[in-house]
Protein backbone atom coordinates (compact mmCIF):
# COMPACT_ATOMS: atom_id res chain seq x y z
CA UNK A 1 0.00 0.00 0.00
CA UNK A 2 1.00 3.26 -1.11
CA UNK A 3 -0.56 6.84 0.59
CA UNK A 4 0.46 10.17 -1.15
CA UNK A 5 -0.07 13.40 0.34
CA UNK A 6 0.04 16.77 -2.04
CA UNK A 7 0.65 20.30 -0.42
CA UNK A 8 1.86 23.73 -1.87
CA UNK A 9 -1.37 24.62 -3.84
CA UNK A 10 -2.39 28.03 -3.03
CA UNK A 11 -3.57 31.29 -4.89
CA UNK A 12 -1.17 33.03 -7.81
CA UNK A 13 -1.07 35.68 -9.87
CA UNK A 14 -1.22 34.81 -13.71
CA UNK A 15 2.93 34.70 -14.77
CA UNK A 16 3.55 33.45 -11.37
CA UNK A 17 4.72 30.14 -9.98
CA UNK A 18 4.10 27.44 -7.46
CA UNK A 19 5.64 24.41 -6.64
CA UNK A 20 3.88 21.23 -5.98
CA UNK A 21 4.90 18.39 -3.39
CA UNK A 22 3.78 15.24 -3.58
CA UNK A 23 5.10 12.90 -0.51
CA UNK A 24 5.23 9.49 -1.13
CA UNK A 25 5.10 6.79 1.81
CA UNK A 26 4.84 2.81 1.96
CA UNK A 27 6.12 -0.21 1.01
CA UNK A 28 8.53 0.16 -1.93
CA UNK A 29 7.79 3.86 -2.75
CA UNK A 30 10.62 4.44 -4.39
CA UNK A 31 9.87 2.27 -6.98
CA UNK A 32 7.26 3.93 -8.54
CA UNK A 33 6.58 5.50 -11.37
CA UNK A 34 4.85 8.78 -10.51
CA UNK A 35 2.27 10.98 -12.79
CA UNK A 36 0.60 14.84 -12.29
CA UNK A 37 -3.31 15.11 -13.27
CA UNK A 38 -5.82 17.97 -13.15
CA UNK A 39 -9.11 18.62 -12.86
CA UNK A 40 -10.81 21.94 -13.35
CA UNK A 41 -14.19 22.24 -12.23
CA UNK A 42 -17.04 20.50 -15.30
CA UNK A 43 -13.86 18.99 -17.00
CA UNK A 44 -12.56 15.81 -17.27
CA UNK A 45 -8.96 14.32 -14.76
CA UNK A 46 -6.11 15.44 -17.06
CA UNK A 47 -3.02 14.24 -17.55
CA UNK A 48 0.06 16.79 -16.44
CA UNK A 49 3.14 14.98 -16.81
CA UNK A 50 4.58 12.01 -15.66
CA UNK A 51 8.08 10.94 -14.41
CA UNK A 52 9.92 7.42 -13.99
CA UNK A 53 10.66 5.81 -10.85
CA UNK A 54 14.38 6.38 -11.45
CA UNK A 55 14.07 10.19 -12.43
CA UNK A 56 15.83 9.23 -15.69
CA UNK A 57 11.85 9.64 -18.10
CA UNK A 58 10.38 12.67 -17.80
CA UNK A 59 7.02 13.34 -20.06
CA UNK A 60 4.83 16.44 -20.16
CA UNK A 61 1.68 17.31 -21.77
CA UNK A 62 1.99 19.75 -25.00
CA UNK A 63 0.51 22.74 -22.81
CA UNK A 64 2.34 22.47 -19.97
CA UNK A 65 5.82 21.98 -21.90
CA UNK A 66 8.33 24.24 -20.70
CA UNK A 67 6.58 25.99 -17.64
CA UNK A 68 6.24 22.84 -15.65
CA UNK A 69 8.80 20.84 -14.15
CA UNK A 70 8.91 17.23 -12.61
CA UNK A 71 11.53 16.17 -10.30
CA UNK A 72 11.55 13.47 -7.30
CA UNK A 73 13.79 12.99 -4.44
CA UNK A 74 13.50 9.30 -3.39
CA UNK A 75 15.89 10.08 -0.50
CA UNK A 76 13.27 12.16 0.53
CA UNK A 77 10.48 10.02 -0.73
CA UNK A 78 8.71 13.00 -2.28
CA UNK A 79 7.82 13.84 -5.95
CA UNK A 80 7.28 17.84 -7.18
CA UNK A 81 5.70 19.68 -9.70
CA UNK A 82 7.24 23.27 -10.41
CA UNK A 83 4.75 24.99 -12.18
CA UNK A 84 5.50 28.37 -13.67
CA UNK A 85 4.62 31.00 -16.18
CA UNK A 86 1.33 30.19 -14.90
CA UNK A 87 -2.17 30.73 -16.48
CA UNK A 88 -5.73 31.13 -15.43
CA UNK A 89 -5.98 27.95 -17.17
CA UNK A 90 -3.76 26.32 -15.08
CA UNK A 91 -6.64 26.59 -12.06
CA UNK A 92 -7.92 22.83 -11.20
CA UNK A 93 -7.03 20.31 -8.41
CA UNK A 94 -4.01 18.86 -8.83
CA UNK A 95 -3.40 15.04 -7.81
CA UNK A 96 -0.45 12.99 -7.83
CA UNK A 97 -0.62 9.58 -8.57
CA UNK A 98 1.35 6.14 -8.85
CA UNK A 99 2.06 3.11 -10.53
CA UNK A 100 2.24 4.43 -14.40
CA UNK A 101 4.13 6.17 -16.74
CA UNK A 102 1.23 7.30 -19.27
CA UNK A 103 -1.91 10.08 -19.48
CA UNK A 104 -4.83 7.23 -18.92
CA UNK A 105 -5.56 8.23 -14.92
CA UNK A 106 -7.19 4.45 -15.42
CA UNK A 107 -3.47 3.20 -15.54
CA UNK A 108 -2.81 4.84 -11.73
CA UNK A 109 -2.87 2.33 -8.87
CA UNK A 110 -3.04 5.13 -6.23
CA UNK A 111 -4.20 8.58 -5.74
CA UNK A 112 -3.69 12.36 -3.60
CA UNK A 113 -6.37 13.50 -2.19
CA UNK A 114 -5.37 16.70 -4.78
CA UNK A 115 -4.49 20.28 -3.87
CA UNK A 116 -5.78 23.07 -5.22
CA UNK A 117 -3.84 25.51 -7.48
CA UNK A 118 -5.81 29.08 -8.32
CA UNK A 119 -4.18 31.49 -11.06
CA UNK A 120 -6.07 34.58 -10.51
CA UNK A 121 -5.74 38.17 -10.90
Known amino acids: QVQLVESGGGLVQPGGSLRLSCAVS????????MGWFRQAPGKEREFVGAISSGGDSVSYTESVKGRFTISRDSAKGTVYLQMSSLKPEDTAVYYCAAGALDSNPASYNYWGQGTQVTVSS
Open 26 to 33: GRNNWLYH
